[in-house]
């Protein structure tokens, strides 16, 4: 398996599995880890978080990826990352992110996906990486720009029978 726990200066991002039922279930219930995450509902039960686990640690294919962003110092969960789209013929990939709102403004997030974008690069031997951010999440946009991304397109996600308008921001390695 290609997948592997990720280390960074403050952070450790493990890959994701069944030990993390309750996290996933508890930030991706919550309404502020949601509100930009335009791909599905908040989850309402533990069966919800097992379906986005088993998704992640399905073995075949292998073209996504999430990992559990923890704390070093203190061991606490504080948001995942990873890859929704790795297009191995075109060496793109797209990313996402996450963060638990106590833990925004504090740099993680930046760790995170920096580290993610090495892995991406030197393992999976990425040429582009792809960010697809809605319009009014001003925090991601700045995250992506500090690491160099440029906007390269739009695009509409439909959720809830409605647009919603994102920029593509790419980062060329």
Same mark, same amino acid.
């Given at each position: ?9 403050? #952070?450790?991002?493990? !890959?994701?599995? $069944? ?12 309404? !502020? ?7 599905? =509902?908040?989850? $309402?039960?533990? =069966? $919800? ?25 203190? *061991?606490?969960?504080?948001?995942? !990352? /990873?890859?929704?789209?790795?297009? $191995?013929?075109?060496?793109?990939? =797209?990313? *996402? ?15 995170? @996906? /920096?580290? #993610?974008? =090495? ?5 999976? /031997? ?14 991601? @946009? ?10 390269? *397109? ?16 790419? #980062?060329?390695?």
């Amino acid at each position: 398996m290609i997948y592997k726990n990720l280390e960074a200066n403050r #952070l450790t991002l493990k !890959c994701i599995s $069944q030990d993390d039922r309750e996290f996933i279930y508890r930030h991706f219930s919550d309404d !502020c880890v949601n509100e930009f995450l335009f791909d599905a =509902e908040p989850i $309402q039960t533990m =069966e $919800q978080a097992d379906e986005i686990i088993r998704f992640y640690t399905d073995p075949v294919p292998a073209f996504w990826h999430r990992w559990i962003i923890i704390r070093k110092e203190d *061991g606490v969960k504080i948001g995942t !990352c /990873g890859f929704h789209r790795w297009d $191995q013929n075109k060496d793109t990939v =797209e990313i *996402g992110y996450d963060m638990s709102p106590e833990y925004w403004g504090k740099g993680y997030a930046i760790e995170a @996906v /920096g580290r #993610l974008i =090495e892995f991406t690069k030197d393992v999976l /031997g990425v040429k582009k990486v792809h960010a697809h951010i809605y319009i009014q999440n001003d925090r991601s @946009v700045n995250l992506v720009k500090h690491l160099g991304f440029k906007p390269t *397109g739009k695009k509409n996600e439909i959720f809830r029978g409605k647009p919603y308008l994102h920029h593509i921001y790419t #980062l060329e390695l």
